[in-house]
Structures are given as C-alpha cells and as structure tokens.
C-alpha cells in the first residue's frame, strides 16, 4: 500500500499478502453468515414447535379433537358416582311432600354435584345441592325471588306433568344411549305445552344430545346434538 508522509512517498509493508486476508475475511463472513444460518433455522423450528404444541387440543379416545364444552363434559361426568336418580331422590327427602322441578350435573371434577330444584304442590321452589360422589343432600334453600305468579305457572306446570322426570329420561336414553346429566320441567313457548327438557351426554364423543320429552305423553318434540 502507498502513503503519502510530509510530501514524500512512502510505501508500507504489509504484515500478511493481500490474497491471505481477502480469504481470510471470505472464510469468516462465510462462518458467520453460516452460523446465523443455524441459529435462525432453529429459532424457526422452535417458534413451530411451541406453535403445534399450542394449537394441539384435547382429543377423544379415538383420536378426534375436543371442544373446550365436549373436554369439560370428559372430565366431569366420570367424576359422578351417583346418578341423578337418586340425586334427585335425596333432594326430594329434604322438602316435605315436594316434587321433582329440575337436576343437574355441575360443579368441577374435583367437586361434582347435583343441583337440584324441588316444589311443593302450591308451586314453592326450594334449591338443593347434592354431593355428586356421596350422593349427601344439603340443606334446601326457599327460592325467595318467586312471587305469587311464578308459585301459580310453577304449580299448574307440576299438575299438568303426568310424565316422571325418570320416564322422561328414559324416553330419551332409549333413543341415545348415554349419561343422564340435566332434567328440567319446562314448556313451549307457542302452546305452553308442558315438556321435560333431557341432556344426554354420550361417552364416546363427549356430545350432549337435548331432547324434548311432552310431560303429558312422553313424546319427543325436539332433539338437538350439541357438538360445541
């Protein structure tokens, strides 16, 4: 290389050759961008990775991929060791002369109950809460936001109901086999005719099938798969 000192030439002497250092700094830029390379590459199949672990949901004994509704039903509906028949029958014992209004499966796998409803021929509601694993009642509670109107409709609904909440349910397993998990009196909202309302959860996929049971003659006016 030339310099130039105070006016006069100088020439400086160059510790390696020029072709050493050209390759010297090819074989580094090499290595470097080499290494990035990697470092990118794994950064990429980590970030995918994680990404597949994230996105992989629950899945069913066969393989399929489970809905938050359809994970939380597995998880809780093996829990129940006691069915809601006789859930319901420990909820009865607690109201004098009460009938069957509604039950249903709640709760968490750690702590699964029974949430009933019974009601007294003059359409008094009380709630009670039976331990799904025991099958132990509580104590009723009297539904204290009824007033005299909800007592009648409540009333007139149990004198119309013929139909057993256990024959309605029954009606509905023998159209699909599964577990029992909610029944409720309820009625239509154009005619009012008196129904139970049977969530059947089957175990195979975790789906909850609504049927709706006339309370008068045990025929089926509607049916609804819940695959969510």
């Known amino acids: 290389m030339v310099t130039k000192r105070n006016g006069s030439v100088r020439r400086s002497h160059l510790p390696v050759s020029r072709a050493a250092t050209l390759m010297c700094a090819a074989l580094a830029t090499g290595a470097l961008l080499t ?10 199949k980590t970030d995918a990775s994680e990404a597949g ?36 029958k420990s909820a009865l014992a607690t109201v004098d002369k009460s009938k069957p209004v509604s039950i249903e499966l709640k709760g968490t796998p750690e702590k699964p109950s029974w949430e009933a409803e019974v009601a007294t021929d003059d359409g008094s509601a009380h709630s009670v809460s039976v331990d799904a694993v025991s099958g132990k009642a509580g104590q009723a509670q009297a539904d204290k936001d009824q007033d005299a109107d ?11 109901a013929t139909v057993t909440p256990q024959q309605a349910a029954e009606t509905a397993t023998n159209k699909t086999k599964g577990t029992v998990t909610s029944v409720e009196l309820d009625d239509t909202d154009h005619d009012r005719t008196v129904l139970w309302s049977v969530d059947v959860v089957t175990t195979n996929d975790w789906n909850k099938t609504t049927f709706d049971v006339d309370a008068a003659n045990r025929k089926i006016l509607r049916e609804h798969v819940d695959k969510d």
Do not use: F, I
Request: hydrophobic share 30%.
């Open 35 to 44: 290494g990035c390379g990697n470092d990118d590459g794994d950064a990429a």
């Open 53 to 88: 672990r994230a996105a992989s949901p629950s899945t069913s004994s066969d393989g399929g991929a489970l809905t938050d509704d359809q994970a939380e039903r597995k998880a809780l509906v093996p829990k129940a060791k006691v069915g809601y028949e006789d859930a319901l």
């Open 150 to 160: 909800d007592k009648r409709e409540l009333a007139d609904r149990l004198k119309k």
